[in-house]
């Protein structure tokens, strides 16, 4: 028989036992100490998953350009795990303890990302920065943030299973691969359990800020029950009083902000949108907010992006004149308004005679539900959605379109379709701006029917030429014919609108022989939903003949296409 030779003296480090780790009995039999371990990393995947997601959820609803957020995390992130792998070799000889500290840390720092981002966007941006009032994107300073955090979280969660490798064998020695085979399966399967608790279970239920709360407090108790519970009989009396520190304080500080988180979002809110907040809802997948009231202009804002100003009543409406009026020059009978939950475009529509029927997709239903029964909604969009000639679906607008039927020899069912759509700057919203999306709007025009498409607007900033252009050459590309202008409202910061048909519209010439400075039509249906009949308008026949030409002199050329599988938005 061979005789194992005689054990080798190992030094104690600074920070550990004299006892020396791997030499001391575990509270619970080996076989479940190594079960709590992969718990532990099951635990730890889950959240560091959910980390991940929660800065992209909310620098995306923030600042949107979710293409540019996903690359920034997912890449930083990446990065930083390798740099925590390397940096975790310092710390095998204090691997409980190092263990300990660094999910102290990361609970605090993940935990608190999302309110700190948050802070960053609503006072950054000052007061009054944005449209009418409110925010204005943070430059592209946020970025700076946004890869700290990334860089931070990532180079925690890469020192964990270098630790916990550790940790493990101390248990039971056992085969380098099997040890990583065991650690890297509960990683993932804790990694899927956090991506589906994520838009599953946390936002929905929580919402981004205290969710990711939530999250760092979970984090927090696992891995210090890991640690105190577990390994306690490896560390000194000094490390176990620092490890416990540390957790303390991270969950009361977590604590202290899950209470506090309500009055930071109001606080937050009005230093965004000014002190006179007249109501907020969130409507189950955007936050609507109404500011103003009395004497001073209501603004409309839809997940933080400025949507409608009604301060002097016969002028606010004017972005929402130049889109949807000039397209109702002609046949007008069954409109499709795509969007416009807010039901304001609706109202422009309803205002004009000879509108029988108006179909409204709007895939947010909670919105639709606040422009029919929110008293300020009401009050801006007169009651629009409740009039009989309205009808509502609730879908997703490109399937809608998809799903829907051609009229007779190909042709489509109405006059005129309108494109009140969330800007294309989010994957989500690319889709809504492709050439397959506009063919599809195109079947559902009759032989004279117009397509009009809100194009960009003052939140798009430097980027909106780049993105009205790209707009007018997807539409162009889809066999319409276009004509591109600008809300020529005069003192209003207006919409690009891209105006197009089957055949090229004449938006400048409404009515033979109408002199120059006539208004385009808009004599007001009786059953119109309380829009003045007499109020005056910036959009006359020359205004807006002059913005085409205008638009005309400035065409850039080469202006890109926008397809599905090649998105050409910022």
Same mark, same amino acid.
């Given at each position: 028989? &061979?005789?194992?030779? =005689?054990?080798? =003296?190992?030094?104690?480090? =600074? *920070? ?13 039999? +080996? ?26 959820? %909310? ?20 990065? @930083? ?20 500290? &660094? ?7 993940? *935990? ?51 630790? #916990?490798?550790?940790? &493990? ?12 085979? /065991? ?65 303390? &304080? @991270? ?14 979002? !109001? ?20 936050? %609507?907010?109404?500011?103003?009231? *009395? ?16 301060? /002097? ?60 029964? /929110?008293? +300020? #909604? ?7 959605? !409740? /009039? ?12 809608? #379109? !998809? ?22 700057? !989010? ?87 109408? =002199? ?26 020359? +205004? ?20 599905? %599988? ?5």
């Amino acid at each position: 028989m &061979i005789e194992s030779p =005689p054990p080798v =003296p190992v030094a104690v480090p =600074p *920070g550990a036992s004299p006892r020396a780790e791997g030499r001391t009995p575990l509270p619970v039999p +080996a076989g479940a100490a190594r079960f709590l371990v992969l718990v532990g990393v099951f635990v730890c995947a889950a959240c560091g998953l959910a980390y991940e997601l929660e800065l992209l959820a %909310v620098a995306s609803s923030l600042w949107g350009d979710s293409v540019t957020q996903a690359s920034l995390v997912l890449s930083v992130m990446v990065f @930083a795990m390798g740099l925590g792998s390397l940096a975790a070799k310092r710390l095998r000889s204090r691997a409980a303890v190092g263990f300990g500290l &660094i999910e102290a840390v990361l609970a605090l720092i993940g *935990g608190c990302s999302g309110m700190a981002l948050y802070a960053a966007f609503a006072w950054t941006g000052g007061p009054g920065a944005g449209a009418g009032g409110g925010p204005a994107a943070w430059a592209q300073d946020h970025r700076v943030l946004l890869v700290g955090f990334s860089l931070a979280m990532g180079v925690l969660i890469g020192a964990e299973v270098p630790l #916990l490798m550790v940790l &493990i064998q101390r248990i039971r020695r056992q085969d380098a691969s099997g040890a990583v085979a /065991d650690l890297f399966a509960a990683d993932y399967v804790g990694a899927l359990v956090g991506g589906l608790a994520f838009p599953f279970l946390l936002l929905p239920v929580f919402g981004q800020l205290t969710g990711t709360l939530l999250t760092g407090v979970v984090n927090a108790v696992a891995g210090g029950l890991l640690v105190l519970g577990l390994f306690h009989r490896d560390l000194t009396r000094r490390a176990r009083r620092l490890v416990l520190a540390a957790n303390v &304080i @991270a969950l009361a500080l977590l604590a202290a902000a899950a209470l506090l988180v309500d009055d930071f979002e !109001r606080t937050a809110r009005r230093t965004m949108y000014g002190d006179d907040v007249r109501s907020t809802a969130w409507t189950g997948q955007q936050e %609507v907010v109404l500011t103003g009231g *009395g004497d001073r202009p209501v603004h409309l804002y839809v997940d933080g992006r400025h949507r409608f100003a009604a301060g /002097d009543a016969p002028r606010s409406h004017q972005p929402y004149e130049a889109l949807v009026r000039p397209a109702l020059v002609g046949p007008r009978a069954r409109v499709l308004v795509l969007g416009g939950g807010d039901g304001l475009a609706a109202r422009q529509v309803l205002a004009h005679p000879g509108v029988r029927r108006l179909d409204l997709v709007e895939p947010d239903a909670g919105l639709v539900r606040l422009a029919r029964t /929110d008293p +300020a #909604l009401t009050a801006l969009n007169g009651g629009a959605l !409740r /009039d009989p000639r309205v009808r509502t679906t609730t879908a997703d607008v490109f399937d809608w #379109l !998809r799903a829907g039927r051609a009229g007779p020899a190909g042709r489509g069912r109405y006059d005129v379709v309108i494109c009140d759509l969330p800007g294309p700057g !989010r994957v989500e919203s690319a889709k809504l701006y492709s050439r397959e999306f506009y063919e599809l709007a195109r079947r559902m025009l009759t032989e004279t029917g117009r397509l009009a498409v809100r194009a960009g607007g003052p939140e798009d900033g430097d980027q909106g030429p780049r993105t009205f252009w790209t707009v007018e050459a997807t539409v162009r590309a889809a066999g319409l014919r276009t004509v591109p202008y600008a809300s020529p409202a005069a003192g209003v910061r207006g919409w690009a609108v891209v105006l197009a048909g089957r055949r090229a519209p004449t938006p400048g010439a409404p009515t033979p022989g109408a =002199p120059p400075s006539a208004a385009l039509p808009a004599a007001v249906s009786p059953r119109a939903p309380e829009l003045p009949p007499t109020a005056p308008t910036a959009l006359t026949v020359r +205004a807006l003949a002059d913005a085409v030409r205008r638009a005309e002199r400035e065409r850039p050329s080469g202006a890109p296409v926008s397809t599905l %599988v090649h998105p050409r938005y910022a």
